[in-house]
């Protein structure tokens, strides 16, 4: 048969042949007329050494197989020096696995020091501003850039003060569950926001485009930041919260070392019994920013819209110093409370 033919049959194709051939591994016959004729036993030795090389076996390694083949064997690898052969490819595999493996784990090492070393810094005041450091605020989630849409009031949460907590229990961070309608005593601040990003990950698409998404990371380090301060100014508790899985919240509340909990809410629940506006991203429906501020079980004070994230921490902070609770006050006495209990504007 000629070479066309040959291939088709092997499954390989004519510059495969023709190299097989300048190896010396595949010797057909010839014609009066000089041209090739390659018979059933070419075809086999063409498909064994394709299967071999599709199996990590170099192309010139497969010898002591087709020898085995030509000695009349059934199978090309009925013989000792192809079972060498297997085992040679192995350790060559293992090697390449291992030197595989150590450069991941250097990649990975890497990646853990400069996710570490560029989150947010701790002091604010070694940071400014978002839009007054080097480096590119585009791309890194630590910054925002600059020319972000603001987000405007749509009403959305109006209704929020007032009304009572769902009796809901998220994981959070700490492996506990929490009953929203159940914080505790005093004060408790709940940031929701849409998701945190992770350096090396990208953001879904459009992502700046939308009024308000942007800047989770920043917002959680601000939070951490103040943290003291917001406790300080009556602040029980603060939790994050966000629709992402409790095991990506850990990683990052460990990255940003943050002092406090995140609960986890990947279906929305808060944002169904609640009505709180949600939007969608990169083919997920997500929280929109927003903080409530929660006493006796019910929302006291709402955030929204929240903007520009990195600096929301302080404007929690500025209205806890000017709006102190009463001693013994409860969601009775004080919620809603006249001029203070509508969403920020």
Known sequence: MRIGDAARRAGATVKAVRYYEALGLVTPARLANGYRDYDEHDVRVIREIRDLNGLGIAVEHTRPFLDCLAAGRPHADDCPASLAGYRAAIDDLTRRIDALAARRAALAARLHEAAHRDSCAPDPQEHPGPTT????????????????????????????????????????TDGRSVRLDALG?????????????????????????????????????????????????????????????????????????????????????????????????????????????????????????????????????????????????????????????????
Request: proline residues 11%; aromatic residues 6%; negative net charge.
């Open 185 to 345: 005593p005093g004060r408790t601040v709940i940031y929701v926001y849409p998701l945190t990003g992770r350096p090396g990950t990208d953001l879904p698409e459009g992502w700046n485009a939308i009024p308000g998404a942007r800047g989770c990371t920043p917002e959680a380090c601000g939070f951490r930041d103040h943290h003291q301060e917001l406790t300080a100014a009556g602040a029980a508790r603060v939790y994050g919260l966000s629709g992402q899985d409790t095991a990506y919240q850990r990683e990052v509340v460990e990255r940003l070392r943050l002092p406090f909990a995140v609960l986890s809410d990947p279906a929305l629940r808060l944002a169904d019994e609640l009505r709180l506006p949600t939007f969608e991203a990169g083919g997920q429906r997500l929280f929109t920013r927003l903080t409530l501020v929660v006493l006796d079980g019910r929302v006291e004070h709402v955030f929204y819209p929240v903007f520009p994230p990195d600096r929301h921490a302080e404007q929690v902070l500025d209205w806890l110093h000017h709006h102190p609770l009463r001693e013994g006050a409860s969601a009775g006495g004080e919620v809603p409370v006249p001029g203070a209990g509508s969403a920020v504007r």
């Open 133 to 172: 450091t080097g480096g590119d605020a585009m791309h890194d989630i630590t910054r925002l850039p600059a020319g972000l849409p603001v987000p405007e009031d749509d009403g959305a949460c109006d209704t929020l003060p007032g009304q009572a907590l769902p009796p809901l229990e998220l994981p959070d």
